[in-house]
Every structure is written in structure tokens, then in C-alpha cells.
């Protein structure tokens, strides 16, 4: 009889041949590295195809100019960054524009001066508000606004003359800093409705809130101090920190570590190590600076240099201005795209608006900012 196999046995054999050729995946592939802040490689730059020779700015070319309702006091990006709004002070409206093709979209008129704005529900509402002088009849509120209809669908009493308003990471909470009133007016953003009113210190603006919510911060401008908020203790203010002499603007990095502080009568842009709630820099800027937005790597800041007509490019390892390019009279609101393209800078007079295309270093390229 010639020797063979059975149907079974012959399964059972090819797939012992098949086990055995089949390379055991545990002792071939390479292990994964656990992410770590000095393992930058674990995770990919979400910034590479943006600044793929190493992010050093070597300038801004202005590609560009828009004209708008009279007095742009501010600007700020929808987080989906396909819209601009303007706060035109003096046109007592707000402007939307397309971020794309530079159309004037929609001119909203608010009923009083707008000022300064922020988003809610990534980017449904948005919040502005109205200058309310002490002129008889004036009243101070904020409005909202839903950026799909145009429409106006709150407004909430504030106090006297409040100018910038912020919201909390979570969307829960946006708050509005009262200029007269040496207060800051809390508002519930899911209700649409006052909370309360919050005491700081004399003449506060600049507001922002640490990345996890817990804490806010708003600078004191007829002081030299930051107003810690305590976010969950009620809208408690709990200290004080020193920066030095009228404080405006403030921003925080992006991992929560850093603040950094304009000061308008100094023309300084300092660095605060949130930890600590020190000063650890200093950079000299223009003369008054006002209004600040952080490059989307936290690299670098842009400056609006008010009384110099032009816009300071900050570095923040340095704390150093690099260079300035110029804009119209007055700069007093800048914000930066999503994509880190662009940034975008309203100046009061002629009631322009200037775009700016962010140039990096080419590849070899020694990285000498333009001047």
C-alpha cells in the first residue's frame, strides 16, 4: 500500500508548518515610546505642514486690505476660522467676513458700540460687548448673537463700560470685564442669563482662562496687578499678581504653563510662569501695547504697537521683538487663523483691516527675520 495521508492529518500538518513559518510579532516589532515632553518625536507636530523648516518667522507680507464700518476696536477668528468678525465701534455694528475670499458677509447692527467679542458652541454665538458710556440713556450690556441667522437673541445686563469678554474652555461661563464698574459681570452662556457680578480691582480689560477652567485671569489696567478668579469657588477673586504698571491684554499658552501680559504705558510684553505666578521675561515692544494674539505653536506673539502704526513679532523663548511690520493708524485688534497662515489686524484709522501671510524660513535658510 503506498504510503499518504489522511484528509485530517494533512489539515492538522499545514497548520503546524503555518504556525511555525508565521514570525512571532512580539519579538520583531519595535517598541512604542511612551509619550514624554522630552520625547518630542512620540507624537506627530500637528504644525509640520504649516512650518515645515523649523517655524521661524522671517516676516509678514501684507496681502491684504480691507476697508469697514467705522472704529474696528477689535477682531477675533470663528473657531472653524472660515469667519472674521470686526467689533466697529464708532459704525455701532459688527461685521462678518468670509476668511477666504475677503467678502463683507453680513453687517449686523447691535444697538450701541460693540467693542470686544468671544464664541460660544464652537462658534454658534457670539458674544459682544457694548461700550455704554455715561451719556444719558446709555446702557451697558452684552449681546449675543447666533452667527448662522444674524440675528440678536440676548442681551444681558453688565456694568458700566465693559470691554472685553472671554469664555471658559468647558463653554459653561463667559465673562465680561467692566471698565467703571471695577468689576467683572459672570454670565451663564448655556442660559443666556447674568450670574453675578464679581469685584476685581480699578479699571479691568484684559481676561483669560487657564486651559483646564479652574482659574481665570483679568488684568487690572488702572493697576499693576492680574485678578486671580477662582472659576469654581463661585467667581471668587483670591489674589493678586504683580506684572508691573497698566496691564491690557493677556493670554495664556496652550499647555497652560505660560502667561503672558501687555503693557500698554511701558510698551512691554512679559512672561508670566503660571506655577510660580512670577515674572521669569520681559520684551520691549512699541510704544503702548495693546492688543496681543499667540502664534498657534506658542512661538511667538503679534503685537499691536498702537502709537507706532505697526505690528511687533514677539519671540517668546527670547523675549525679544524681532522685528515690526506697518499697519494703518492705530492697530488695536489682531487675531491668528487656525491654520497659521495668516494673521489679521484691525486699525482704527482709516477703518481698515490688513491681512498678513506669516512667511517661515526656507529649508538652509539661516532664519534672519526680515526687516
Known sequence: MRPGFSPLSLAVLLIILAACSTPKSTSLAAPTPSPSASNPTSTPDPWADIRPTGGTITGLKLVKKLNVPAGPKSL????????????????HQVTFIDAQTYEILRKVPVGGEPVECTFTKGGKYAWVSLYGSERVGATSVVVVIDTETYQIVARIPAGRVPKVVAESPDGKWVYAANWLSESITVMDAEKLTKVKDVPVGRVPRGICFAPDGKLAYVCIMGGHS??????????????????????????????GRLLYVALNASGTLIKIDRATETIIGRAKTGTQARSTSLSIDD?????????????????????????????????????????????????????????????????????????
Not at 506673539?301 to 521683538?321: I, W
Open 299 to 371: 512661538r511667538y506673539a503679534f503685537v499691536c504697537n498702537y502709537e507706532d502704526n505697526n505690528l511687533g513679532v514677539v519671540d517668546l523663548e527670547q523675549m525679544k521683538q524681532l522685528f515690526t511690520v506697518k499697519t494703518d493708524v492705530h492697530p488695536i485688534g489682531v487675531t491668528t487663523m487656525p491654520d497659521g497662515k495668516y494673521v489679521w489686524v484691525s486699525n482704527y484709522r482709516p477703518s481698515t483691516v490688513y491681512v498678513f501671510e506669516i512667511e517661515y524660513a526656507a529649508a538652509g535658510s539661516t532664519g534672519v527675520p526680515n526687516s
Open 226 to 255: 492680574l485678578a486671580v478668579i477662582d472659576v469654581e469657588q463661585g467667581h471668587q477673586k483670591v489674589r493678586d499678581i504683580e506684572t508691573g504698571y497698566n496691564p491690557r491684554h493677556v493670554c495664556v499658552s496652550r499647555d
Open 76 to 91: 477675533r477668528v470663528l473657531p472653524d476660522g472660515k469667519r472674521v468678525m470686526t467689533c466697529n465701534l464708532y459704525g
